[in-house]
């Protein structure tokens, strides 16, 4: 049973172009969330989806960012135009029904660095 | 005030010694506590949720103090294995779906 998987595993992107990171949940989980880790911080929470709905976007920023999960296919998390601070970890997490707790498990993220 | 409250460290511990984390957290509308351990430049990974009763899991030990909104982890016998960044985690959901809160973490080095 695969855990949650992320690509790319690193990317480098200039200031200005733009960032796309996708996430696969487990398998049989349908609730996906994305967190951030800027250096040497802890994580923080940006958004958090369901199939084809944003159920809480609550820790996005207000420009530039936006995250989807399509009924078909991974969830993505674009980031445009980036800048040296969006430089960063960037986990995405998964939870389904399990028993009374919908424990999240976390893929290998992604590391971005902008040059 | 952050929301959760952890003693960075670094806890430098000798093998085989007994180690003990604590956490606060500011919420109490939180309801849902967890630790997690994060390798460096690794995912977090689920160490064990915590419960009211308190719980246990081999050398691991978990205590929750809802009047105190504390929390905290023991572990006994470490090994060199238990070296990681601790991570205390609060959910304002007891039923899942709700976002995270991450407490900064705590370094954990066990010295053989």
């Known amino acids: 049973n695969a855990g949650v998987m992320q690509n790319p595993r690193h990317l480098v992107r200039r200031r200005g172009q733009e960032a796309r990171l996708r996430c696969s949940p487990m398998?049989?989980?349908?609730?996906v969330y994305w967190y951030r880790q800027l250096p040497e911080e802890g994580l923080k929470f940006m958004v958090y989806?369901?199939?084809?709905?944003?159920?809480?976007e609550s820790g996005m920023p207000k420009e530039r960012f936006s995250a989807e999960f399509p009924k078909e296919g991974p969830s993505i998390l674009r980031i445009q135009q980036v800048v040296r601070g969006d430089s960063a970890a960037y986990f995405c997490?998964?939870?389904?029904?399990?028993?009374?707790?919908?424990?999240?498990?976390f893929g290998p993220g992604t590391r971005l660095t902008v040059t | 005030r952050k929301e959760v409250e952890q003693d960075p460290g670094p806890f430098n511990v000798p093998e085989g010694a007994t180690v003990a984390f604590n956490c606060t957290y500011s919420n109490s509308a939180s309801q849902s506590f967890f630790w997690y351990r994060q390798d460096c430049r690794k995912e977090p990974k689920l160490l064990m949720s915590?419960?009211?009763s308190g719980n246990e899991d081999g050398r691991f030990t978990a205590q929750l103090n809802r009047a105190s909104q504390y929390i905290s982890l023991l572990i006994r016998d470490s090994k060199l294995s238990d070296s990681a960044t601790y991570l205390c985690?609060?959910?304002?959901?007891?039923?899942?779906?709700?976002?995270?809160?991450f407490g900064t973490g705590t370094r954990l080095t066990i010295i053989p």
């Open positions: 398998k049989g989980h349908s609730h």
């Open positions: 915590v419960y009211s």
């Open positions: 985690v609060v959910s304002k959901s007891n039923f899942g779906n709700e976002k995270l809160t």
């Open positions: 989806l369901q199939k084809e709905n944003i159920i809480d």
């Open positions: 997490a998964s939870s389904g029904s399990t028993g009374a707790y919908y424990e999240q498990y």
